[in-house]
């Protein structure tokens, strides 16, 4: 029986990286995709390690060029069939809305939401081809629920969400499945971009981030283990039953959702802003 096979962008590091050495581990023959193959090297030592090298293949993928998805889409050609596609490539632009330029929030928005879209676009008509497949979206908590100093990045998030819904509907009929798994705090880099805001000492928000970014170093301690991200992608990927759209994962992020649900916006807003105080 030939082995399956799984695509996975941005995966250099964090949850991308993780991913690619869980779905090898199960199996799965893996095309770990990302920018910049020069930094490629973290992959292969973990690959290395885990007796998994064999059933990994790097290409270069620039989810934000048409001409590096074309690229990918031919090389693809070859391969018999495309089991599964992890949507995980992203970035996080921090700052506050005002703040921001246009241009920041188009960034953000070209990598996580369009990104997927177009890597998507490339991958369907192969898993129609073959009747089935699973398209797992890395979403996140804050595709669910806003935050101060993080609205590039939670739009681009709840408009994952959006797409992904409707995508479900529009591809279960061939056998497809699309999957949300939103995690909440956990020990990545791309929190990177938010530890690196330009503070004006001239802003009227600077106590605000400052408090904002104290906050967030505060609660480092309580960061998951991203591992736990990759085994429940994998877990997903593999499952016999229909999945389910959602998959929320991380302390506190189901007591959240449910908070959010049940409880009046100026409740929430009182407690997210007496936090940051």
Known sequence: MSRKTAIVTGSSSGFGLLCVIELAVKGYQVIATMRNLNKSAPLLAMAKDQNVSDLIDI????????????????????ISS????????????????????????????????FGVIAVTQMVLPFMRANGQGRIINISS???????????????????????SESLRLEVKPFGIDVMLVEPGSYETNI???????????ESPYL????????????RKAEHGDPQDVAKLVAQIAAQTKSPDLRYPIGK??????????????????????????
């Open 252 to 277: 506190g992020v189901k007591k959240n959702l449910f908070l959010k649900n049940m409880l009046p916006w100026k409740m929430i807003e009182r407690v997210i802003l007496k936090q940051i105080k």
């Open 141 to 163: 908590i804050s595709g669910r629920m806003g935050f101060p100093g993080l609205s590039a990045y939670t739009s681009s998030k709840f408009a994952l969400e959006g797409f």
């Open 207 to 218: 106590p605000y981030m400052t408090a904002l970014l104290n906050e967030i170093e505060s």
């Open 82 to 113: 495309i089991d599964v596609l992890v949507n995980n490539a992203g970035l996080a632009v921090g700052g506050f809305s005002e703040e921001l330029s246009v241009e920041a929030y188009r960034k953000q928005f070209e990598t996580n939401f």
């Open 191 to 201: 929190w990177s971009s938010i530890e690196t805001i330009n503070n004006d000492q």
């Open 59 to 78: 290409q270069p993928l620039d989810v934000t060029l048409t001409e590096s998805i074309l690229e990918l889409k031919n090389y693809l050609t070859r």
